[in-house]
């Protein structure tokens, strides 16, 4: 077929999943930023001990987990995750397939400058492998606690959500190794968004330059909200708890 055989096709998906990306981490980093708002409000750590959704009383965390728990959520989720997928596995095997056509990594260059004007751009694939292996811990530390059960009825799932937050964050190491992640996320990011619209034709130079800008505004704000969870969080548990 055309759009998985020519390069624009390609690209395509690639913008497409790439896209999928954006919107799943922008809801993922606005849910999570509820908990530094809960510390204002003096609602961390709240979360009633029934399973019922919206529970009276709760932190507005632990009620954007029960948005996330709700039927059509519910359904969207695996499907920005799968487009989340997609994207990084395409991307790689993308990427695979143009240094072998090069003749080896060092002879991968392209003609256009506004590929190669920054180191991110330059270097996609070893930031997908490492997004992609971080998403396995990610995925350990959460969602296995928390979704995997209740979707699956398998053993028991863990009904308040800050728990995990301050057992994941708690820990220095893994608080620098997830501020690491972060920074590689934000550097994908950047890079990214200003490469899907370029892919869909948004590629004049007046608007290009306003893409990039916006494009760093919106992985810096949704990077923003992940740093200050888990680092709110750190500081709940080694010293508010």
């Known amino acids: 077929m055309f759009i998985f055989n020519s390069s624009i096709g390609k690209k395509f998906i690639q913008a497409v999943s790439g896209a999928f990306l954006i919107v799943f981490l922008l809801l993922h980093s606005t849910i999570n930023f509820f908990s530094v708002i809960d510390t204002f409000t003096g609602k961390y750590g709240i979360a009633a001990a029934d399973e019922a959704l919206f529970s009276k009383g709760d932190g507005l965390f632990k009620l954007g987990c029960d948005f996330m728990s709700t039927p059509v959520i519910s359904i969207m989720v695996p499907i920005l995750a799968l487009g989340f997928l997609v994207h990084i596995l395409y991307g790689i095997w993308l990427t695979v397939q143009n240094i072998r056509a090069r003749g080896g990594y060092k002879r991968y260059e392209v003609a256009s400058k506004a590929a190669t004007d920054s180191w991110s751009s330059r270097n996609m694939l070893v930031l997908g492998i490492v997004i992609l292996g971080c998403i396995?811990?990610?995925?350990?530390?959460?969602?296995?606690?928390?979704?995997?059960?209740?979707?699956?009825?398998?053993?028991?799932?863990?009904?308040?959500?800050?728990?995990?937050?301050?057992?994941?964050?708690?820990?220095?190491?893994?608080?620098?190794?997830?501020l690491a992640w972060f920074a590689v996320v934000f550097l994908h990011l950047t890079h990214g968004f200003w490469s899907m619209f370029q892919t869909v034709g948004w590629n004049g130079k007046t608007w290009f330059k306003r893409v990039k800008v916006i494009g760093i505004i919106v992985a810096a704000l949704i990077i923003f909200m992940f740093v200050a969870t888990a680092v709110n969080a750190f500081i709940q548990s080694n010293f508010l708890a």
């Open 136 to 178: 396995g811990l990610h995925l350990t530390d959460f969602w296995a606690k928390m979704q995997l059960p209740e979707m699956f009825g398998i053993g028991t799932f863990e009904n308040n959500p800050y728990l995990l937050l301050n057992a994941t964050f708690g820990r220095w190491w893994l608080l620098l190794l997830y």
